[in-house]
């Protein structure tokens, strides 16, 4: 079975330039989630999505990020305009919904911004 | 205060022997979920164990299992048997079932050397 699908793997550009990342969840999980890993901050929730409404968004950091999820098979995490400071790992995940369900993570994105 | 304390940010064990990475937690919700995943230096997020507030037993998957202690507050994972493939940073994670939340909030993880 295909597990998360994060594209790209890797990105870098130059500050100020919009940044898109994408993300397919795994079929039938009706939960996706998009983390931020660094080295001084570990891996924190952005935002998370059920059935494609956005539940909790008190992660993103600011304005300059959005995240979407138009359908269930696909969602994008948008930074715009991207800072040298958003460099990190991103990941996504999804899940089933309910408490007991683990979360699957996708291979990361990791971003470098110049 | 941290949700999640992992306070052993490296460890080291020989190949074959068992091996506790240590987690405690912080919740005032009688509903929780404790989870487990391992992060190799290739980068990706591998979920390991479950273990639900509410479990009689301790979790057990392979080689892995959970030593629960829920007065302490306390979500060991035991590793038994080590192999080299075990080297990888470890992550715990604690998942509150309060307001239906399916947020999971994570420690800083903590270092495993495998030696041979």
């Known amino acids: 079975d295909a597990g998360v699908i994060q594209s790209p793997r890797h990105e870098v550009t130059e500050m100020g330039q919009e940044v898109t990342l994408r993300c397919k969840p795994i079929?039938?999980?009706?939960?996706l989630f998009w983390y931020r890993q660094t080295m001084m901050r570990g891996l924190e929730l952005l935002i998370y999505?059920?059935?494609?409404?956005?539940?909790?968004d008190s992660g993103m950091p600011e304005d300059r990020f959005s995240a979407k999820m138009p359908n269930a098979s696909f969602s994008t995490l948008k930074i715009q305009p991207s800072e040298p400071r958003d460099s990190a790992v991103y990941f996504c995940?999804?899940?089933?919904?309910?408490?007991?369900?683990?979360?699957?993570f996708g291979d990361g994105t990791r971003l470098s911004i110049l | 205060a941290q949700k999640i304390t992992q306070t052993q940010p490296g460890m080291f064990v020989q190949e074959k022997e068992a091996v506790t990475l240590d987690c405690t937690y912080d919740?005032?919700?009688?509903?929780?979920?404790l989870f487990w995943y391992k992060q190799p230096s290739s980068g990706e997020m591998i979920f390991l164990i479950y273990?639900?507030?509410?479990?009689?037993q301790n979790a057990t998957e392979g080689r892995y299992s959970l030593n629960f202690q829920k007065a302490r507050k306390s979500a060991n994972l035991v590793i038994s048997a080590s192999q080299l493939g075990d080297s990888a940073m470890y992550f715990c994670?604690?998942?509150?079932?309060?307001?239906?939340?399916?947020?999971?909030?994570f420690g800083k993880g903590t270092k495993l050397t495998v030696n041979p």
């Open positions: 273990q639900g507030s509410y479990d009689q």
């Open positions: 079929s039938g999980h009706n939960s």
């Open positions: 994670a604690m998942r509150e079932a309060q307001g239906g939340s399916e947020k999971l909030v």
């Open positions: 999505f059920n059935n494609n409404v956005p539940i909790d």
């Open positions: 919740t005032s919700d009688p509903s929780y979920g």
């Open positions: 995940a999804s899940s089933l919904a309910g408490n007991v369900a683990a979360q699957h």
